[in-house]
């Protein structure tokens, strides 16, 4: 198996993609940030001190999704032409899910990932004070579509 981030010496490069097409591309990543029960009860009622902690979260994914090449040295720069990240609350946890959509010449799974991680980091952050046991977990892509490698769901999602 060929890595297509490798030159034939084993270094590093990024890929060229000026050759490709701009296609629609789409791609969902999840998370989610485990919490106390007493902290889900302060988050179902609005009483966190640092104030509203799934508006932050939905804020910060946003944000994190356009700054993906920012972070990741061989990530291209695209456009990110639609990004909704979804904060909610279950049970014993904070569920995260980010959707984003382009119209360029490589995917967006890397921008819905990050997406989903700083918005699971900023969670944490508003809540560390009040809760040391939370716990990002279960971050990743559930789904793509478009480009090359056509549409892909993760089995079990």
């Given at each position: 198996?060929t890595?297509?981030?490798?030159?034939?010496?084993?270094?590093?490069?990024?890929?060229?993609v000026?050759?490709?097409?701009?296609?629609?591309?789409?791609?969902?990543?999840v998370?989610?940030?485990?919490?106390?029960?007493?902290?889900?009860?302060?988050?179902?009622?609005?009483?966190?001190?640092?104030?509203?902690?799934?508006?932050?979260?939905?804020?910060?994914?946003?944000?994190?999704?356009?700054?993906?090449?920012?972070?990741?040295?061989?990530?291209?720069v695209?456009?990110v032409?639609?990004?909704?990240?979804?904060v909610?609350?279950?049970?014993?946890?904070?569920?995260?899910?980010?959707?984003?959509?382009?119209?360029?010449?490589?995917?967006?799974?890397?921008?819905?990932?990050?997406?989903v991680?700083?918005?699971?980091?900023?969670?944490?952050?508003?809540?560390?004070?009040?809760?040391?046991?939370v716990a990002?977990?279960?971050?990743?892509?559930?789904?793509?579509?478009?480009?090359?490698?056509?549409?892909?769901?993760?089995?079990?999602?």
């Amino acid at each position: 198996m060929t890595l297509p981030h490798q030159r034939p010496d084993g270094t590093v490069h990024m890929v060229d993609v000026t050759a490709k097409t701009p296609t629609r591309r789409e791609a969902t990543a999840v998370g989610a940030v485990t919490c106390a029960p007493a902290t889900m009860a302060a988050l179902s009622q609005g009483r966190v001190p640092k104030g509203d902690v799934l508006a932050l979260a939905r804020i910060a994914g946003i944000q994190a999704a356009k700054r993906t090449p920012d972070l990741l040295p061989l990530a291209h720069v695209i456009g990110v032409h639609g990004c909704d990240v979804e904060v909610t609350l279950a049970e014993d946890r904070v569920l995260l899910r980010a959707t984003v959509r382009t119209a360029d010449r490589t995917g967006v799974e890397m921008e819905a990932l990050t997406a989903v991680t700083v918005a699971a980091l900023n969670v944490v952050d508003m809540l560390k004070g009040i809760d040391r046991t939370v716990a990002i977990r279960d971050c990743m892509i559930v789904a793509k579509s478009g480009g090359r490698s056509g549409d892909w769901t993760r089995p079990g999602t």
